[in-house]
């Protein structure tokens, strides 16, 4: 069993700064792929970023790409996710999530699920 829980989001204005963070608990957590999602309002699951917790390659999504970036630190059994500079249309709900290993970009890839953390852009 894996748990995850998300902070750090609010009401940000565009162009600022903004840390996310995941805390993970668990047994297994270690040995799984980690994640960040977002969904706004009447719109699909979209994949941010991802990396495996034991290293190696990070994805990210193309709408993101350059100014989000996915981090962790191992002595706190936390990851991060840095968004700068923020945009309107950054403006949902986040999520972190764990999967297998060979999970990438898919929400259906991945099985746990925190709770997620609003994050509102104005303009």
């Known amino acids: 069993q894996v748990q995850l829980v998300e902070s750090g989001g609010g009401l940000v204005q565009a162009g600022g700064s903004l840390r996310l963070s995941c805390a993970a608990s668990g047994r297994t957590y270690s040995t799984l792929r980690m994640a960040w999602f977002r969904q706004a309002p009447g719109k699909e699951r979209e994949f941010v970023a991802a990396?495996?917790?034991?290293?190696?390659?990070?994805y990210y999504g193309d709408s993101v790409k350059g100014r989000f970036t996915i981090s962790r630190d191992n002595a706190k059994n936390l990851v991060y996710l840095q968004i700068f500079p923020l945009k309107a249309e950054d403006t949902a709900a986040y999520y972190c999530a764990a999967g297998s290993t060979t999970a990438t970009m898919t929400a259906n890839e991945y099985a746990y699920w925190g709770q997620g953390t609003q994050v509102t852009v104005s303009s």
């Open positions: 990396f495996r917790w034991s290293g190696g390659t990070i």
